[in-house]
T-cell receptor, first 114, second 109 residues
Framework: AAGVIQSPRHLIKEKRETATLKCYPI?????VYWYQQGPGQDPQFLIS???????DKGSIPDRFSAQQFSDYHSELNMSSLELGDSALYFC?????????????FGPGTRLLVL | LAKTTQPISMDSYEGQEVNITCSHN???????ITWYQQFPSQGPRFIIQ???TKVTNEVASLFIPADRKSSTLSLPRVSLSDTAVYYC??????????FGAGTRLFVKA
């Protein structure tokens, strides 16, 4: 079965640079979620999109922005990168917005900021 | 948002049944309980989801008492490959999903 695709899988950036992470949801899934997981930490919800509109917001820094496109893929844009942004970034997708809808996670993008 | 509480870590041996209990005292009427498994540097993997009573699939069972203030994930006959972090999540409507501190399960030979 098709899964969530994230690219790139690994990314190395310098401080103050920008980065763009991409997420391709499972076919027919219309909801995308972004999470950040620092070393040894639990995943932290950043932001979500339903039907191409932002649906909820968590602890996402103002330096970060995201959007969902007409084909339902999503991009997380990160500017003025800081050392503390080094983490695993996961994207998840689900079908619809019901509480019973299961989120399926991608393999993640490992971002290292030097 | 409902807060979940799980044991920080558990140890087990191969072939044993493991039960991980999660407390969610503030669960709302329409909330579902979902469990995920996460290996290092991988995305969380869906294990099982339930609303009440008992749910069973090919990998686990989920027991939810009538008051729904807790739930227990049961892993039958664990193997070394079940060593992972297990998260209990309660979806509270909307889209924001809060991961609590998961349970680090270590399975020994």
């Amino acid at each position: 079965a098709a899964g969530v695709i994230q690219s790139p899988r690994h990314l190395i950036k310098e401080k103050r640079e920008t980065a763009t992470l991409k997420c391709y949801p499972i076919p027919r899934h219309d909801t995308v979620y972004w999470y950040q997981q620092g070393p040894g930490q639990d995943p932290q919800f950043l932001i979500s999109f339903y039907e191409k509109m932002q649906s909820d917001k968590g602890s996402i820094p103002d330096r970060f922005s995201a959007q969902q496109f007409s084909d339902y893929h999503s991009e997380l844009n990160m500017s003025s990168l800081e050392l503390g942004d080094s983490a695993l970034y996961f994207c998840a997708s689900s079908m619809g917005q019901g509480r019973e809808e299961t989120q399926y996670f991608g393999p993640g993008t490992r971002l290292l900021v030097l | 948002l409902a807060k979940t509480t799980q044991p920080i870590s558990m140890d087990s041996y191969e072939g044993q049944e493991v039960n991980i209990t999660c407390s969610h005292n503030n669960i709302a009427t329409n909330d579902y309980i979902t469990w995920y498994q996460q290996f290092p540097s991988q995305g969380p993997r869906f294990i099982i989801q339930g609303y009440k009573t008992k749910v069973t699939n090919e990998v686990a069972s989920l027991f939810i008492p009538a008051d729904r203030k807790s739930s227990t994930l049961s892993l039958p006959r664990v193997s070394l490959s079940d060593t992972a972090v297990y998260y209990c999540l309660v979806r509270t409507g909307g889209f924001k999903t809060i991961f609590g501190a998961g349970t680090r399960l270590f399975v020994k030979a």
